[in-house]
Nanobody, 125 residues
Framework: QVQLEESGGGLVQAGGSLRLSCAAS????????MGWFRQAPGKEREFVAA????????NYADSVKGRFTISRDNAKNTVYLQMNSLKPEDTAVYYC??????????????????WGQGTQVTVSS
């Protein structure tokens, strides 16, 4: 299994940027596709971005496409989410999650086996 810990959240002004990190520990980080999800107060958890185990394939929610970039460094057992042009509606707790590689990269939360505890991102107007 793999343990995940998010970091890098904080308070930023609209239009600003943040870089989230998800550090993995445990077995064979490169065995996992990785995803980022977020959950705002009173709303369901939603897909943000995902990256294949190799880093070749990425997926983005329409709401963040062109503003967010997911990447990974398997040598450092870390996946990143670079968030630019942040909007107040991006405010949420952001979670990283791991899916054992094999088949399509899931965009539903049920497709992921391991989850971090989340990091708060707050974007002020």
């Amino acid at each position: 299994q793999v343990q995940l810990e998010e970091s890098g959240g904080g308070l930023v002004q609209a239009g600003g940027s943040l870089r989230l990190s998800c550090a993995a520990s445990g077995r064979t980080f490169s065995n996992y596709d990785m995803g980022w999800f977020r959950q705002a107060p009173g709303k369901e958890r939603e897909f943000v971005a995902a990256i294949s185990w190799s880093g070749i394939t990425t997926n983005y929610a329409d709401s963040v496409k062109g503003r967010f970039t997911i990447s990974r460094d398997n040598a450092k057992n870390t996946v990143y989410l670079q968030m630019n042009s942040l909007k107040p509606e991006d405010t949420a707790v952001y979670y990283c999650a791991a899916h054992v590689r094999g088949g399509p990269i899931p965009v539903m939360i049920v497709g992921y086996t391991y989850w971090g505890q989340g990091t708060q991102v707050t974007v002020s107007s």
